[in-house]
């Protein structure tokens, strides 16, 4: 199990927006940062932060932030957001970092 | 270049150990925190641990404990880790990965900006 929890799947239609949620009681006083994982490849980095985007991430993908939960919307989705997408952040004893279990995101 | 390249894949029998290497370049090797992170077949993400800088503190997972040891030699700018008394569970892609930390209106974040391509370990008899 762990500390930080994702819905397992989501869908979106193709242009549209669509919200991933991670929420855990470490993220009442942390930020989550956001990955973003296609098959076969090492998880990028998308979301850090309040909304902070590494270079060369689109504006159309966005964090935020309210109680436990963090959220990484993506507006205007495309074929190519298929992915899994996961959360990471401290655990709730401080002590230790923890991943969320990821969701897979479809585009239809 | 900033990139951190790993050892190649490892096939062991269970009960044995492996080491993997993760070598950095292209920024200052003391300056951040490193993380491993494993993937199995089909599922999520896994965080195992982290080593400080200066390679005199380390955090594991829980359920690892006992079984992992991350080391890192600043004179070759190289990060290490190894799994002891390996089962076919811990078959799985491994991952180096540097983490950067910083504050957001009194928040804390941490966050993976560059990662190891990955060393896929496979446990079997």
């Known amino acids: 199990s762990s500390e930080l929890t994702q819905d397992p799947a989501v869908s979106v239609a193709l242009g549209q927006t669509v919200r991933i949620t991670c929420q855990g009681d470490s993220l009442r006083s942390s930020y989550a940062s956001w990955y973003q994982q296609k098959p076969g490849q090492a998880p990028l980095l998308v979301i850090y932060?309040?909304?902070n985007r590494p270079s060369g991430i689109p504006d159309r993908i966005s964090g935020s932030s309210s109680g436990n939960t963090a959220s990484l919307t993506i507006a205007g989705a495309q074929a190519g957001d298929e992915a899994d997408y996961y959360c990471?952040?401290?655990?709730?004893?401080?002590?230790?970092?923890?991943f969320g279990g990821g969701t897979q995101l479809t585009v239809l | 270049q900033v990139q951190l390249v790993q050892s190649g894949a490892e096939v062991k029998k269970p009960g044995a150990s492996v080491k993997i290497s993760c070598k950095a370049s292209g920024y200052i090797f003391t300056n951040y925190w490193m993380h491993w992170v494993r993937q199995a077949p089909g599922q999520g993400l896994e965080w195992m641990g982290v080593?400080?800088?200066?390679?005199?503190?380390?955090r594991y997972a829980q359920k690892l404990e006992g079984r992992l040891t991350m080391t890192r030699d600043t004179s070759t700018t190289t990060a290490y880790m190894e799994l002891s008394s390996l089962r076919p569970e811990d078959t799985a892609v491994y991952y180096c990965?540097?983490?950067?930390?910083?504050?957001?209106?009194?928040?804390?974040?941490?966050?993976?900006?560059?990662w190891g391509r990955g060393t896929l370990v496979i446990v079997s008899s």
């Open positions: 990965v540097r983490d950067t930390s910083a504050t957001y209106d009194g928040r804390p974040c941490w966050f993976l900006g560059l």
């Open positions: 080593i400080n800088p200066s390679g005199d503190s380390t």
């Open positions: 932060g309040k909304n």
């Open positions: 990471f952040s401290r655990d709730s004893s401080g002590d230790r970092w923890v």
